[in-house]
Nanobody
Framework: QPQFMEFGGGLVEPGGSLRLLCTASGFTLDWFNVAWFRQSPDKGREGVAAISSAHSITHYADSVKGRFTISRDNAKNAVYLEIDNLKIAETGVYSC?????????????????????WGRGVAVTVFS
């Protein structure tokens, strides 16, 4: 059973930045489409960024475009989420997830695909 782990959460003031890391044991991340989701009590779970396995095609929620950047480092079996200019409303638990099927053909990704492998998430708290 693969294990996903997220790192890099914490407390930050509005306008601050964080870099989240997703890695996995027993699982080759670069074979799979991966996405970051945010869970909050008022909004539930929202997709924020996704990246494809082939060609690293990216997709972002409209609200984070220009501030969030998802990327891969295949040598480190890692997917990152760079977050800039954080807003209070973006407080939540950020989790990474991977699709069920490996080696998907090149093409766009979104948040509606079957993400079945999940990490426990890291808490990001934006406070003033």
């Amino acid at each position: 059973q693969p294990q996903f782990m997220e790192f890099g959460g914490g407390l930050v003031e509005p306008g601050g930045s964080l870099r989240l890391l997703c890695t996995a044991s027993g699982f080759t991340l670069d074979w799979f489409n991966v996405a970051w989701f945010r869970q909050s009590p008022d909004k539930g779970r929202e997709g924020v960024a996704a990246i494809s396995s082939a060609h690293s095609i990216t997709h972002y929620a409209d609200s984070v475009k220009g501030r969030f950047t998802i990327s891969r480092d295949n040598a480190k079996n890692a997917v990152y989420l760079e977050i800039d200019n954080l807003k209070i409303a973006e407080t939540g638990v950020y989790s990474c997830a991977a699709e069920e099927r490996a080696h998907q053909p090149p093409g766009p990704v979104d948040f509606e695909r079957p993400y079945v492998f999940w990490g426990r998430g890291v808490a990001v708290t934006v406070f003033s």
